[in-house]
T-cell receptor
Framework: DTEVTQTPKHLVMGMTNKKSLKCEQHMGHRAMYWYKQKAKKPPELMFVYSYEKLSINESVPSRFSPECPNSSLLNLHLHALQPEDSALYLC??????????????FGPGTRLTVL | AQSVTQPDIHITVSEGASLELRCNYSYGATPYLFWYVQSPGQGLQLLLKYFSGDTLVQGIKGFEAEFKRSQSSFNLRKPSVHWSDAAEYFCAVVPNTGFQKLVFGTGTRLLVSP
């Protein structure tokens, strides 16, 4: 099973709302990632978790707050977002973070619209 | 500067015709190389990857890619395109620095005409 699931599929929120995106994998992977993808652009890395610890934060604004409660789950908490944060948010996982031979498996994404 | 380049923004191919999507990279050491496909509004699916060894790599859905060190290229090919192949294709690399960070090219949108 090489499936990464993401919920919800779509999310519309106002600039004062607080919401969360959820990602889950049951492949025993120890690395999980959040990417942001704007329309007609490639995905851009936001955060990397390795063994439930934050390894990389690509200078993401603090209105995005990641959380990795256990090795299978990854959350992205959203607060006070701006309309320019509207995008497809992709989650991925891989066996590890060191060694380029680990393949990243992507979920279907959450389409976020900020009004 | 280190980069991944996909020179074609759009490509239109007739159904049944052959396809080649170009990818060039600029890194000091050969990175790990990947091709992903993304259907509209969907996540990314791995088509194939190259780490070492045989320079012709077979992937899923009838795709293959050839690594050419002398040209710093990793072009994706398919002998006969199907309408369902219409999608966005991303070449991606993981630099050979020991950290797993995917760097994507800008993507090529494939359109398939009847």
């Amino acid at each position: 099973d090489t499936e990464v699931t993401q919920t919800p599929k779509h999310l519309v929120m106002g600039m004062t709302n607080k919401k969360s995106l959820k990602c889950e994998q049951h492949m025993g992977h120890r690395a999980m990632y959040w990417y942001k993808q704007k329309a007609k652009k490639p995905p851009e890395l936001m955060f990397v978790y390795s063994y439930e610890k934050l390894s990389i934060n690509e200078s993401v604004p603090s209105r995005f707050s990641p959380e990795c409660p256990n090795s299978s789950l990854l959350n992205l908490h959203l607060h006070a977002l701006q309309p320019e944060d509207s995008a497809l948010y992709l989650c991925a996982s891989s066996q590890g973070v060191r060694g380029g031979t680990d393949t990243q498996y992507f979920g279907p994404g959450t389409r976020l619209t900020v009004l | 500067a280190q980069s991944v380049t996909q020179p074609d923004i759009h490509i239109t191919v007739s159904e049944g015709a052959s396809l080649e999507l170009r990818c060039n990279y600029s890194y000091g050491a050969t990175p790990y190389l990947f091709w992903y496909v993304q259907s509209p509004g969907q996540g990314l699916q791995l088509l194939l990857k190259y780490f070492s060894g045989d320079t012709l790599v077979q992937g899923i859905k009838g795709f293959e890619a050839e690594f050419k060190r002398s040209q710093s290229s990793f072009n994706l090919r398919k002998p006969s395109v199907h309408w369902s192949d219409a999608a966005e294709y991303f070449c991606a690399v993981v630099p050979n620095t020991g950290f797993q960070k995917l760097v994507f090219g800008t993507g090529t949108r494939l359109l398939v005409s009847p």
